[in-house]
């Protein structure tokens, strides 16, 4: 029945959702031990520009989708081509916000000197994982679609398949980067929520059972 799917969705997703934390404070541990803090600083530095652009795109449409449960699969083409479009433009955001980083860094650092303060350190790095992010987050918002269509159908088991499969992927990819030396790369590929071993395999999970329209 419907409230069974409910409640074993339920305790799927809350099962998953712990484990992907757990699993994430064990990796962020190990990596700490690993990595220099400039790679955390870098990465991380990108993640927070990376949030200000997704903000931008962030308009409710898989509510909205939802609301229409008995139409949602005649809704889905119009809500992926807003999607991608929403997407799209936060992606053109963040690969702009990478490209006049340096100059935006060299004008606040001008800025501060003018004022009496100090220069800060820049971390070079930044715009390269902010553009990644921006292109992940693309994809991420094209899979949008797809997981409306998996909540509508009470498929929460496989949503929260796809969230456990690609954290521990990602964990396992950014551990193995860093402990080879890679870096910066091991968080970039591996690690955060919208690297590239995450995007690939949520993304791969939710279009096998819906791909786009």
């Known amino acids: 029945s419907a409230i069974q799917r409910i409640a074993r969705g339920a305790i799927q997703t809350f099962g998953s959702a712990y484990a992907a934390r757990l699993l994430t404070l064990a990796v962020r541990l190990l990596l700490l031990q690993i990595l220099v803090p ?6 991380g ?22 609301h229409q449960h008995d139409r949602v699969h005649t809704l889905a083409p119009t809500h992926f081509i807003l999607s991608i479009s929403l997407g799209a433009i936060s992606t053109i955001l963040a690969l702009l916000m ?19 303060g100090s220069a800060t ?5 930044v715009a390269l994982a902010l553009a990644i992010f921006g292109i992940c987050d693309f994809f991420r918002t094209a899979a949008l679609t797809a997981e409306v269509q998996l909540q509508r159908d009470l ?16 964990a ?10 890679f870096g910066k790369w091991a968080l ?11 995007i690939v395999v949520f993304c791969a999970a939710v279009w096998t059972k819906h791909p786009p329209p």
Not at 46 to 55: G, K, N, R
Not at 121 to 125: D, H, T
Not at 155 to 170: D, K, P, S, V, W
């Open 38 to 43: 400039e790679d955390f600083g870098a990465v």
């Open 45 to 66: 530095t990108a993640f927070s520009l990376l949030a200000m652009a997704v903000a931008a795109r962030d308009f409710g449409l898989h509510y909205a989708l939802l």
């Open 98 to 116: 990478a490209v006049y980083y340096d100059q935006a860094i060299a004008l606040t650092q001008t800025l501060t000197v003018y004022l009496g």
């Open 121 to 125: 350190e820049s971390y070079p790095k």
């Open 155 to 170: 498929e929460f088991g496989r949503l929260a398949l796809a969230h456990a499969g690609g954290t521990i992927l990602a």
């Open 172 to 181: 396992l990819v950014g551990i193995t980067l860093a402990y080879f030396g």
């Open 188 to 198: 970039i590929l591996g690690f955060y929520p919208y690297s590239v071993a995450y």
